[in-house]
């Protein structure tokens, strides 16, 4: 059918769903990155996203459903077509009826855990600092230190392509380590709303260990910087030194030696510069501008980068670790 986007725009403004056309993704993006959107719908509720899902199917728009898009790289240089931000999707419920946290999609993953210990809920602290939604965290089955949403989680409610909703109970989501359903494209769905259990906790216990997760998160990882968190969902350090012994011996030696034993700078935020460079000169990365942080080689940073210099360095790591280590970024392709 291919509407023109004039006659898709028309039909948004009869049914009031807020929309913006030539987005410049550089300035919208949480990287920083990409081309022109030529359209970004708003829906503010279910029922508009419904609407959009509908409409957009109906004139054979290709989209993309997005969050916060913190883990995904959009290429310079590149247009796309049309995204569905559900950014205002974003209530959240305690039903004491049946004891569920019931969470739209768009909610963000901190305010999520803090609902949770403001409500007595356990099970969610180590979400506290991840800078997503709950549709994106479902959609990966994200995690920090130890904790992934699949231990929490009770079912979601997805809208699927004709604009039905669907419940799909957590069994059926196949959440593996940063993979599920949805991620590997085997289920259409967009997810709408994630329902968890709402177990009972100490308040106490659970800030004590949100505020050491929260803590956590600053030392380990970049803030300094626009970046996308873990590159790559493992250790590409790991990953090098079951390629080269001498690598993997010196880079034990160096991570024991600085950071079991910090005696005098236990709160120090984690440096890995040395160890970086030595792993770029032993095994030959090269790159004009440093693109990944000096906290760790698995976190892009965008200092004014292009992102053929993102990919030009993701291409040398995949070509030193094989699949052993699988990417967790999401590179946008043209679409």
Not at 40 to 57: F, H, M, Y
Not at 235 to 257: E, P, Q
Not at 267 to 282: A, G, L, M
Request: net charge positive.
């Amino acid at each position: 059918m291919n509407f023109p986007m004039d006659h898709v725009t028309k039909q948004l403004s009869e049914r009031g769903i807020p929309y913006r056309q030539d987005v410049s993704l550089r300035a919208y993006s949480y990287f920083h990155t990409g081309g022109i959107l030529g359209l970004l719908l708003s829906p503010q509720n279910r029922d508009q996203l419904i609407e959009c899902i509908k409409i957009l199917g109906k004139g054979e728009i290709t989209y993309k459903v997005i969050g916060e898009t913190s883990n995904l790289l959009f290429l310079d240089d590149t247009d796309y077509t049309c995204c569905i931000t559900t950014r205002h999707l974003s209530q959240i419920e305690h039903r004491q009826s049946d004891q569920r946290l019931v969470v739209e999609t768009g909610a963000m993953l901190p305010d999520a855990a803090r609902y949770a210990l403001a409500e007595g809920i356990d099970g969610f602290a180590g979400l506290e600092g991840i800078p997503g939604t709950i549709g994106g965290a479902v959609f990966m089955n994200a995690g920090a230190f130890g904790f992934s949403i699949a231990r929490v989680l009770d079912s979601v409610e997805v809208i699927l392509p004709d604009g039905q909703l669907e419940t799909l109970p957590v069994s059926a989501l196949s959440l593996q380590y940063r993979n599920s359903i949805f991620k590997k494209g085997d289920h259409p769905g967009i997810i709408v709303t994630a329902i968890f259990h709402a177990r009972p906790g100490n308040p106490e216990t659970i800030y004590r260990k949100m505020e050491t997760f929260h803590a956590k998160r600053h030392k380990y990882n970049e803030y300094m910087y626009p970046n996308l968190g873990s590159a790559y969902s493992g250790s590409i350090y790991r990953a090098l030194a079951k390629r080269d012994r001498f690598y993997g011996i010196v880079s034990s030696l160096y991570l024991f030696l600085n950071y079991k034993f910090r005696i005098f700078r236990r709160e120090s935020p984690i440096n890995r510069k040395w160890i970086n460079d030595f792993t770029v000169k032993r095994f030959g990365i090269r790159f004009g501008k440093q693109p990944f942080s000096d906290k760790t080689m698995n976190t892009l940073i965008n200092n004014g980068h292009h992102t053929d210099e993102h990919l030009a360095y993701l291409q040398q790591i995949e070509n030193l670790i094989g699949s052993s280590v699988p990417i967790e970024n999401e590179i946008v392709k043209p679409y």
